[in-house]
């Protein structure tokens, strides 16, 4: 059997007449940038988002570098973040010269540990950036809490988790700015690059459109240095088409991570060599990727490939290892949790069109892996 991370040729099976026939008319109106079908995605993902405003833009990173620069950070300034995210979380704050501060993750959500932020606020810092990891949210309670404290915004990096709620509230809808991207793999996936910011704040939803359009007040007038982040009237009619299917795949990722951790309970002797999230009451996890810490990770990932079923690492090097930022000056062991959730972690296939029986097949051959190599 063959079970792969994710499946995107099975969903766009279901939906093929409905995006071919949004994308026509595009073509027929021959305006690809920006304007009305975007207007109304906005709309509609600031409806979902639960904010009052919802800005395009090229891609998710693009949103995370506007955030921080709407936000004015400059060389010098500091950002705290998790070194345990996807690339950009980090590499936009370095993209404007300032700096990323790590701070540890919590070893259960893999977000942001709330005990280990307020000791590395100076006074040149400028922002609070957590990650809601793999769908997610992070502490929001305690990391505004923290914020609140010490006046600083705080941005969402909710690439992962768009519909994700913590105690009833959606991701995007409780710091300053949230960013979303749509890339291909993630829940709400465009035909290509694309990404949107949110925010609660009308000032800050203008300053964020003029900048996706280098900055503009009035065509060719220029309030701020912005940069060139708009988003296609393609991706627009797709994502549209998507969005009104994303409760459902959502809650299709919801019922088979449950399944899920179902399986893995009904084998005990699994235990001792895998651990399956763990997900509290209070948050929706989106279950944009379904994670488990696996011993000796690298042989079962190497296994489950040879029996046909897809997985990835997310992520196999913690940010703060990465040749890129070793001018940071940190070291293996600053970031404990980090570094051995990288050694750990395996995300197994959890897309929505996927069967009981793959299901079954992916957990029947993590067992057997286990249960031969434990007589050896
Ligand atoms: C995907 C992702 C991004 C970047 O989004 P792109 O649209 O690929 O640029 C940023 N942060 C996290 C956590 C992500 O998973």
């Known amino acids: ?3 792969p991370l994710l499946d995107l040729k099975a969903q766009f099976a279901t939906i093929k007449a409905e995006i071919m026939s949004a994308i026509e008319p595009v073509f027929d109106n021959q305006a690809f940038v920006l304007g009305r079908e975007v207007e109304l995605l ?18 998710g990173s693009d949103a995370l570098l506007l955030a921080l620069m709407a936000l004015d950070v400059q060389a010098g300034d500091e950002v705290i973040t998790t070194p345990y995210t996807f690339f950009a979380t980090a590499g936009s704050i370095a993209r404007l010269g300032a700096k990323p501060v790590f701070v540890d993750i919590d070893p259960v959500t893999f977000n ?13 810092t400028k922002a609070i950036m957590p990650v809601h990891l793999y769908g997610q949210c992070a502490d929001m309670d305690r990391i505004n809490a923290i914020a609140q404290r010490h006046n600083l915004p705080v941005i969402e990096d909710a690439a992962q988790a768009i519909g994700a709620e913590w105690n009833g509230q959606r991701a995007c ?10 890339y291909p793999t993630k829940n709400l996936g465009a035909a290509g690059d694309a990404g949107c910011l949110t925010t609660l704040d ?21 309030r701020y240095v912005g940069i060139n982040s708009r988003i ?16 459902d795949w959502t809650t299709g990722r919801m019922r088979h991570a449950a399944r899920y951790q179902a399986a893995f309970a009904a084998q005990p002797g699994l235990a001792e060599f895998v651990q399956t999230p763990t997900i509290p009451s209070n948050v929706r996890h989106i279950i944009n ?28 090097l913690s940010l703060h290892e990465q040749e890129c930022f070793a001018f940071l000056g940190h070291h293996k062991g600053d970031f404990p949790e980090s570094e051995r959730a990288s050694q750990e972690t395996l995300a197994l296939p959890v897309y929505p069109e996927m069967t009981t029986s793959m299901q079954d097949f992916v957990v029947a051959k993590i067992a057997e892996f286990y249960s031969q190599t434990a007589v050896k």
């Open 232 to 247: 296609d009237a393609l991706q627009a009619v797709v994502l549209r088409v998507k969005l009104r299917y994303l409760e």
């Open 202 to 222: 009308e000032a800050m939803a203008a300053k964020l459109k003029s900048l996706r359009v280098h900055g503009e007040i009035s065509r060719y007038y220029h």
């Open 42 to 59: 906005e709309q509609e993902i600031a409806q979902y988002c639960q904010v009052p405003f919802a800005i395009g833009c090229a891609s």
């Open 112 to 124: 942001l540990n709330p005990d280990l932020i307020e000791e590395k606020i100076t006074e040149r």
């Open 1 to 3: 059997m063959n079970v």
């Open 289 to 316: 990727q379904y994670v488990i810490r696996a011993n000796r990770r690298d042989e079962l990932r190497a296994y489950l490939k040879e029996h046909g079923i897809g997985t990835e690492i997310y992520y196999p």
């Open 173 to 182: 809808s409780m710091g300053m700015i949230g960013c979303l991207s749509f």
